[in-house]
């Protein structure tokens, strides 16, 4: 039985997550295909450039990595995770005589101008960790899962900022506006994202930042929107995820770990500050659990006099579901499941873009996002079940996944191969209870899935972001941050709280993470009435 042999990274949680920050691959290191003709540093005596003569590795400054990373973008430089086996997975550098992987950690090595193409993984080897509020364009924002560079800051105090990235095969290298206040980036929870910056970037000369365009005002989720449901895509139905061959890296696809002596030490004394990172809840029970602010061991929330118990080390990302805690290491990816004992956890599968849990089945999205696969129930044994997905959702109704050529979603049809589509693309989806809810990809819309066909009908306005389970489903109001809770009844929502970093639902209770990530909070049930319940401790 293997321990908890995990190391420092970030968390999310798949159901019910309370965490904040995105969506691609995070894809093994490989190393750049050069040309005959490429530059070296010792030929370069200056700061590499946007045309010729760019020296890989050399210093850059933050204005030529804007200026590289929108170059992908006026070329619409497809995604493509396939590695070296698909002629368009490697674009080529004429600045740097070299080419780079077509991902979104081969886009910000592009960008830097490094000699190879790092991994979100190895991505730290040449940078620095920075405060959130310190980033610069040209930093990045890097988890486990997806990486972005960061453009500038369109209005700080708001939170709102540009970012490039390469995400998906359903849209080229795009230039996108995120919010620190709506708890998520590109799909994935904030929480996860570090922000880093490049060692050898040299701060001046800056790019400009864009004057921000003025805001729309917005008072509640229910405020008005022009834009169209989840379901209003005009692309004709087709079975997805595609039947593709099957993947080789596969969530089961590789060797067993050599177990890592297991930390012994109890929720460490004296700690120097109470902060959290994310939570996650385990549906249909009263569990929560979280991941301390340094990242270094797993929590469970005993409530009342128990507080918070230590059950695990240092973990990449947790997911929880009726059928348990799973927690992915750090290192390799491959995911464990918890025992129900402090730091008894067993291996029971290889790396994943993402896993998803329902009420018995675990779900894994392979690294390079062409096959769904579901855990056996047995050892490391796993089912290939679907083709290519963007990402996966699951809850009360079963197992949902993203196309990754569309964004249509489709519902699994609890047999291998069998999808049926539902609805057009989302920015992100919730299930509570036995509903399941979208939020319109511009985030203008709230939308609720009528249980059959691909009709949806719109139930509120504009979101930051959208949580589901037992006690129902709330949303962020996208300006403010503050919550609101749905009356089930369309455009009727309730406020229940102010602003906070993120919130999970947690059988009928909700709590929410403060704004500075130092407490969590639990909803009275009862206008905007919140206990504190403190929070993990930091070593």
Known sequence: MSRFPFRTVALRGAYGLIGAALAAT??????VQADSARATSQTVTETGRLGGHAAPGAKVTRQQIIQRAQAWVNRKVPYSANGTSAPFSWWPDEATGMSYRQDCSGYVSMAWQLRSSLSTHSLPSVSTAIRISDLKPGDILNSPQHVVIFGGWIDQ????????QQSSRSRPTSKDIGNLRSGRLAGHPLSSYTARRYLHVVDSPTPPTPAPPTPEASRTPTAPSRTPA??????????????????????????????????????????????????????GHSRLYALAADHSAVYEWRGGQGGWRRIGGPAGEIYAGELGLFATNPDNGRIYKYNGRPDSWT?????????????????????DHSAVYQWTGRGTAWTRIGGPAEDIYAGKLGL???????????????????????????????????????????????YQWAGSGTTWKRVGGPAGEIYGGGAGLFATNPDTGRIYAYENRPQSWTKVGGPGTTFAVVGNRLYGLSPDRTAVHQWTGHGTAWARIGAPAAR
């Open 26 to 31: 995070a894809v093994a290191s490989v190393p």
């Open 157 to 164: 105090q708001r939170g709102t900022f540009s970012y490039y």
């Open 230 to 283: 989840p379901t209003a895509t005009a692309r004709p139905p087709k079975t997805a995820p595609p039947k593709t061959a099957p993947s080789k890296t596969a969530p089961s696809k590789t060797a067993p770990p050599k177990a890592t002596p297991p930390n012994r030490k109890a929720v460490p004394a004296k700690p120097r500050t109470a902060a959290t990172t994310a939570l996650v809840s385990l549906a």
């Open 347 to 367: 291996r029971i599968g290889g790396p994943g873009a993402t896993f998803a849990v329902t009420s018995n089945r675990l779900y894994g999205l392979s690294p």
């Open 400 to 446: 949902f996944a993203a196309d990754p050529d569309t964004g249509d979603l489709y519902r699994y049809g609890a047999r291998p191969g069998r999808w049926s589509r539902i609805g057009g693309p989302g920015g992100s989806f919730a299930i509570a209870g036995n509903r399941l809810y979208g939020l319109s990809p511009d985030r203008g819309a709230v």
